[in-house]
């Protein structure tokens, strides 16, 4: 029922893995690593058509100067992170209470509310864009930073709720009935057993909720107008220009607003894999 192990595979089909994975993993990073060239080239050489060739005048330090002088780019980076750090906050506090709820509780309607949250995972997000800009604009939060974050809350929460039931759901209940003869509070037995126990995995869903809300930009798009609520990838988008575009300045700020995630999965990449395997094994 487990795949076979690689080592145990025929020869021929081991060879062509071994030669196919290098050139799987060119294709995927290849946009990536011609933003990355593209962020340093200059505009005269942009201007002569030389896209893919090596840069013969690197303006690295040019363009990642301008790219944060051109437009407010500290302005759209201070707003990602107050739409961000807020978000994901929200979104996992209230998910792991969820999460704890249905995962511990028998009640009438349990597992039609279950259904409910990993139903909302499936809604394509584009049909809801017309009835979510109207609710921001009758309740006073369109092009607010506020109403980025409450939309972000509620979006994520489901994601966040199905992921931590199901850690949850893997725990001894042994623990928590101990717990309860011993006379511990439900809420000391959430904050004191419950969360330290599935730390990992919110130390995961962090990582995914931080990047799923910073590089959001379809949202931002629909919620935002101007530059006082916009978050940074509106901003990169700002750095086009209406008749020519210096893509070195867009490619230079695409990098800059990739940082931040980028800096946070390698920094926490250890609880990311333990939060991904925690549960995985029994015994």
């Not at 060119?26 to 201007?47: D, G, H, I, Q, Y």
């Not at 992170?81 to 028998?106: D, E, K, N, Q």
């Not at 199901?166 to 009935?177: D, M, T």
Request: aromatic share 14%; with cysteine.
């Amino acid at each position: 029922m487990y795949p076979m192990p690689i080592d145990k595979w025929k020869p021929l089909s081991r060879r062509l893995y071994k030669l196919s994975l290098p050139l799987a993993l060119l294709v995927w990073l290849l946009p990536m690593l011609a933003v990355m060239v593209t962020s340093v080239r200059s505009a005269e050489e942009l201007a002569q058509g030389n896209y893919w060739g090596w840069p013969e005048d690197f303006s690295m330090w040019a363009n990642y100067r301008e790219a944060l002088t051109a437009s407010p780019m500290l302005h759209y980076f201070w707003n990602s992170v107050l739409i961000t750090v807020p978000s994901v906050i929200g979104a996992i506090t209230l998910a792991a209470m969820a999460g704890f709820a249905l995962s511990t509780y028998r009640f009438r309607g349990n597992t039609l509310l279950f259904a409910t949250f990993v139903a909302c995972n499936f809604v394509p997000v584009q049909i809801l864009m017309i009835p979510v800009r109207n609710l921001s604009l009758d309740f006073g939060v369109f092009n607010t930073v506020q109403g980025l974050v409450l939309f972000h809350v509620a979006f994520q929460t489901g994601f966040c709720t199905l992921f931590l039931r199901n850690f949850i759901k893997q725990l001894p209940f042994e623990l928590i009935e101990a717990a309860r003869i011993e006379g511990a509070s439900e809420w000391t037995l959430f904050y004191s057993i419950i969360l330290p126990l599935i730390r990992p995995a919110l130390a995961a869903l962090g990582i995914l909720v931080f990047t799923f809300v910073w590089n959001d930009y379809f949202w931002a798009l629909c919620l935002t107008q101007g530059d006082s609520a916009a978050p940074i990838t509106v901003g990169v988008a700002g750095l086009k220009g209406q008749w020519t575009t210096a893509w070195n300045l867009v490619s230079a700020g695409s990098i800059l607003a990739a940082l931040p995630s980028v800096t946070m999965f390698f920094l926490m990449q250890r609880h990311f894999v333990a939060g991904l395997t925690f549960g995985a094994t029994k015994g």
